[in-house]
Nanobody, 120 residues
Framework: QVQHVESGGGLVQPGGSLRLTCAAS????????MSWYRQAPGKERELVASISNYGSMIRYVDSVKGRFTISRDNSKNTVSLQMNSLKPEDTAVYYCTAKRGWFQKSPDYWGQGTQVTVSS
């Protein structure tokens, strides 16, 4: 059974930091591209960051470049998103996803999501 367990969300002030972690199981983690999506109220879901199976390819949406860092540990089946200099517009539910190929459009698996709220 595929499982993604996301943790690390919460309430933080603007300029603060959070680290999201996703622990995955039930599939061949090291062969999958892992990504973080987010969805804010009333907005479309957005791809935030992706990392290829061994980390050789990484991409970010322009709005988080220089502030967010995606990483993975294949020995622990985890993927993380370090978020620094957070802004109110980063407020959203963040989802951990997995897909078989870097160029595949839609993820195969989704986590349940974790709420990130940036507010003073």
């Amino acid at each position: 059974q595929v499982q993604h367990v996301e943790s690390g969300g919460g309430l933080v002030q603007p300029g603060g930091s959070l680290r999201l972690t996703c622990a995955a199981s039930g599939f061949a983690f090291s062969t999958y591209t892992m990504s973080w999506y987010r969805q804010a109220p009333g907005k479309e879901r957005e791809l935030v960051a992706s990392i290829s199976n061994y980390g050789s390819m990484i991409r970010y949406v322009d709005s988080v470049k220089g502030r967010f860092t995606i990483s993975r540990d294949n020995s622990k089946n985890t993927v993380s998103l370090q978020m620094n200099s957070l802004k109110p517009e980063d407020t959203a539910v963040y989802y951990c996803t997995a897909k078989r190929g870097w160029f595949q459009k839609s993820p195969d698996y989704w986590g349940q999501g974790t709420q990130v709220t940036v507010s003073s």
